[in-house]
Structures are given as structure tokens and as C-alpha cells.
């Protein structure tokens, strides 16, 4: 079957616009893309919706405020609070109630967030290299991060630049397409600064624990953004977590192993 990702609609959140994109019918699963210039939910997660509309869930592409189609103020903090109040109040306002919550890279740490501010809100979490569970600055020190700030915004930032930041998402750039590359790149030409310069995210993992909702981990080995490390804290601290690892893979599990990735998330929410 073939789903119409075409179906948008916005939501007004805190006085700003959230773009989400919606398919299928079923319980509502929200997939939280990750930061970086020119992301958003659709090319975070164009090669996941359709397995998962086709399983009977009601699929929820939201855009972040400064991201995709949603609005992208000027002059603020892009706070982990304002990332995740945004997302809640559109989605309350679309008419979710409980979800099951889909995040990579930041959107793990906004997942994470709604969770501990909203738990009867999150019926499961599936996170691919989360974020938040550092301190800001050990983030900052990898190497994807790193490359990531020193060339957004400057007069130099091109396409090539943009194909260069793609690729430190996967470990085989095979997968950075030219067309994933232009739309990338038109988003993050209409991108502030603020939105990588002034990103402030805490450190949730003295509160994992309080996680108790069943979650799946992914992570690749050859990751460059999110440290290895973080695959033991959530191990350490929650009641019921499992985590799947694979080689030769980069940030974008959901992208580089797509059928996989689907295949398992979906064993685990029919498990």
C-alpha cells in the first residue's frame, strides 16, 4: 500500500508554527528528527513511515521549531524545554493523546524530555543515538558535532559543505543522495544561526530511571556524534531497555540499515 505523505498541517505551539505531516491510521507514532542544517522530518525518515503506516500506526512527521517548514525565530535559545513544549502542545493540539515516541540524535533527547515531563503522554520509546544524556560541552568534542558548528552559517556554506555534513551522518556515503542533498540544503538556507549557535540541551541522565515505559535502542558502532558510552547509561538505569549495535554504521541507523530498523521496532511494538 501506498501512503500519502502530501497530508501537512499547522499547528500554533507557544506562538510559533509546527509543521506535521501525518499517514496512516492506528495508534499515533511520532517520529522527532535530530538538529543539524537542513533537517527535518521527512528526510530524517523517508525510508521508515511507509513500513510503519503499512503495520496499521498513524504516522506523525513533525518539523522542530527551526527546522523544515516550522517557524524559525531569531534570537533565542534553542532550549531541550522549548524543542519539546513546542512538539507537545502541537501534538495535544492535533489531537494525540498518547503516542509512541521515534527519536534520533536531539529528537532522542526531546523524546526523552516529553517522557520525564508527560510519562502517561509516551507509551514507548524507540531512540537512535540519543542526545542529552552528556554534558553539553563532551558533546561539542565529537567529531560530528565539531565539523557540524565550524561550517554552518559561514559565508562558505554551499552544497558541497551541505554533502560534507550528510556524510558525516553515515559511515557509507552511498546513501547521500543529490537529491537528499538540495533538499537538505534548501531547508538550511532558511535556517538562523541560532538554531546550532545558541542550542542548550541539559544532561537527563541522573534521570533515566525514572524511565519506565519499555525502550529500543540503536546505535551504530562507527557513530561520530552521540558516545558509545551512552548505550551503558540507559543500561544501568532503566528498568527495560535492549539496545541493538550494528557495524560499519554511522548516526543514521534508521537510514543505512532502514529494513532492519523496521523490521526490529516493529517486533518490538507487536512484541
Sequence with gaps: MTHDISCRTHRVAGGH??????????????????SGPGASGQSNFRQNVQAFADAGFRVILPDLIGYGASSKPED?????QLFTDTLYEALVAHGVDKAILVGNSLGGGIAIQM?????????????MAPGCIHEREDYFKMPGIAGMV?????PDFNEDEQRRLI??????????????????????????????????????APR????TMPILLFWGYNERFMPLEGITLFFEACPDVRCVTFNKVGHWVQVER??????????????
Excluded at 150 to 154: A, C, D, E, K, V
Excluded at 208 to 211: A, P, V
Design 208 to 211: 533515566l530511571g525514572e524511565l
Design 17 to 34: 508554527d509546527i509543521m506535521l505531516a501525518e499517514v496512516g491510521a492506528g495508534p499515533a507514532l511520532v517520529f522527532i528528527h535530530g
Design 76 to 80: 533565542i535559545d534553542y532550549t531541550l
Design 167 to 204: 556524510t558525516n551522518l553515515v559511515h557509507d556515503p552511498v546513501h547521500v543522495t543529490d537529491d537528499l542533498v538540495k533538499e537538505r540544503f534548501a531547508v538550511a538556507r532558511t535556517q538562523p544561526k541560532d538554531v546550532i549557535m545558541r542550542m542548550r540541551t541539559p544532561n537527563l
Design 258 to 271: 532502514a529494513a532492519e530498523f523496521n523490521r526490529y521496532a516493529l517486533e518490538f511494538l507487536h512484541g
Design 115 to 127: 517522557a520525564l515531563d508527560h510519562p502517561a503522554f509516551v507509551d514507548r520509546l524507540i531512540l
Design 150 to 154: 565550524s561550517s554552518f552559517g559561514g
